[in-house]
């Protein structure tokens, strides 16, 4: 009963001041067309392989960013949380399923299937049913691994603007880590611990990689065509024809950008991201609870 009236309630709050919901959808649905505008029928040489690993780390990055939107959702009504709970009203426990149930659903949930219906069609990117379906629940729990991080961030900040800046960063290194930006098999000279450390919890990482293999393995061959400035070979077309196109698998593309090539590599990356999802929500769950107490002394 408390959750269906907390329910009842924040609908009502949020439908009668729909700008963050309206702001969510449309910007959504425009980035959506617009990327798929601009990666459209990506083709598959180089610049091809190019752009399908940019489109997807971009759709990756916009959904981080967005996230940011739930950074203040604990302060906004805390001091009406904090009386309401006091009285006898209803439970820490109601409240936070409430919150977070209508968060993910209506704002994590539903954005991502613009970028799996309209983008991953546009983009021409692996065209399989499982293939979509899979990016789609990947997105999702991006989504909702980066919202519940900036929960998180959110309880122990103590003002709305101390947690901007602290999510933000928090965000940005996920990013830095999220294996478009650094490449996996780098050095890493002076800090490999660190960097190592900091991938393995990004979440980022894990999505990254788990859309790059859902879209290059098993997905017919692709061609690698460098251009050779000082010489050509003997065999090379003279008629200003590509010069040179080295057909390669799917798995020998992620195997060159370091990535892992099987489908185990992929089911570990969804299952690590899923591990990170619930990990971040109960761990937003305990420090709600320990905010509260605090709050009593």
């Known amino acids: 009963k408390q959750v269906r009236l907390l329910w009842q ?15 969510h959808f449309l910007s959504t649905a425009c980035a959506s067309v617009a990327l798929g505008l601009i990666f459209w029928n990506s083709r598959r040489d180089t610049s091809g392989i190019q752009n399908r690993m940019g489109v997807l780390f971009f759709i990756i990055l916009y959904l981080t960013l967005m996230s940011l939107s739930s950074l203040p959702i604990w302060k906004e009504d805390q001091i009406l949380f904090r009386r309401e709970r006091a009285s006898g009203v209803y439970g820490t426990n109601a409240y936070f399923t409430v919150v977070v149930l209508f968060d993910v659903i209506v704002l994590r949930v539903i954005p991502p299937i613009f970028f799996a219906i309209v983008t991953y069609w546009m983009v021409g990117l692996h065209a399989n049913i499982f293939n979509a379906v899979f990016c789609a ?95 050509k070979p003997s065999d090379a077309p003279t008629d200003g024809s590509d010069p040179i196109k080295v057909p390669v698998s799917g798995a020998e593309v992620l195997d060159f950008f370091s990535f892992g090539d099987t489908r185990d590599v992929m089911m570990y990356d969804a299952t690590a991201l899923l591990t990170i999802v619930c990990t971040y929500l109960v761990l937003a769950f305990v420090l709600l609870k320990l905010s509260q107490r605090e709050a009593m002394y």
């Not at 309630?9 to 702001?23: E, K, S, W, Y």
């Not at 929960?151 to 880590?177: T, Y």
């Open 9 to 23: 309630r924040l609908a009502q709050v949020t439908f009668r001041h729909p700008f963050l919901l309206m702001l």
């Open 137 to 231: 629940v990947i997105l999702i729990m991006t989504n909702v691994a980066a919202s519940a991080l900036c929960m998180c961030v959110g309880i122990i900040s103590p003002s709305n603007a101390s947690a901007n800046v602290i999510g933000l960063l928090v965000l940005l290194v996920s990013i830095l880590c999220g294996g478009f930006l650094l490449n996996k098999q780098d050095p890493h000279s002076g800090g490999s611990v660190a960097i190592t450390w900091l991938e393995n919890l990004s979440f980022v990482n894990y999505a990254f990689e788990a859309l790059l293999i859902n879209e290059f393995l098993d997905a017919g061959t692709f061609y690698f065509t460098p251009k050779l400035v000082d010489s």
